[in-house]
């Protein structure tokens, strides 16, 4: 079902560690596979527990470099949002890189970009089945 023009855009949720400020998606570590932590009575998701133990020692420094980070669904590139395209397509609301065949890909198969960049479907990530953070890459 496709939203009327009245309807809001949905909002696409992503996990970015908030030490790093990598796209968790991207480094292709899934829900299964973060290390949470809580800071003001708010869950953080990390992709390590060195990004965890490094975000304690400064969590409002972390949070003010990271805080405006988003996740281009195509590409999974991490941009602050200043830096970013924001378009609406297919009844989501998308925060693209500044290339122009990002959106033009996302345009194809919205669900598949968003159900990635949401966790929904496995990903390996750029690191492979190993993902990041391990002795194995």
């Given at each position: 079902?496709t939203p009327?023009?009245?309807?809001?855009?949905?909002?696409?949720?992503?996990a970015i560690?908030?030490?790093?400020?990598?796209?968790?998606?991207?480094?292709?570590?899934?829900?299964?596979?973060?290390?949470v932590?809580?800071?003001?009575?708010?869950?953080?998701?990390?992709?390590c527990?060195?990004?965890?133990?490094l975000?304690?020692?400064?969590?409002?420094?972390?949070?003010?470099?990271?805080g405006?980070?988003?996740v281009?669904?195509?590409?999974?590139?991490?941009?602050?949002?200043?830096?970013t395209?924001?378009?609406?397509?297919?009844?989501?609301?998308?925060?693209?890189?500044?290339?122009?065949?990002?959106?033009?890909?996302?345009?194809?198969?919205?669900?598949?970009?968003?159900?990635?960049?949401?966790?929904?479907t496995?990903?390996e990530?750029?690191?492979?089945?190993a993902?990041?953070?391990?002795?194995?890459?």
């Open positions: 079902m009327d023009a009245s309807s809001p855009a949905k909002k696409i949720a992503t560690c908030p030490a790093c400020g990598c796209s968790l998606v991207r480094l292709g570590i899934g829900s299964d596979r973060w290390v932590d809580r800071y003001e009575g708010r869950e953080y998701f990390f992709c527990q060195g990004c965890a133990d975000f304690n020692q400064d969590p409002p420094r972390y949070l003010e470099e990271t405006d980070l988003v281009c669904p195509t590409c999974l590139a991490e941009k602050a949002l200043r830096h395209v924001r378009m609406e397509i297919a009844g989501w609301e998308a925060f693209f890189c500044r290339c122009p065949y990002c959106p033009e890909v996302f345009r194809k198969d919205p669900e598949r970009y968003v159900k990635r960049l949401q966790g929904e496995p990903y990530g750029v690191f492979g089945e993902g990041c953070c391990s002795a194995e890459t």
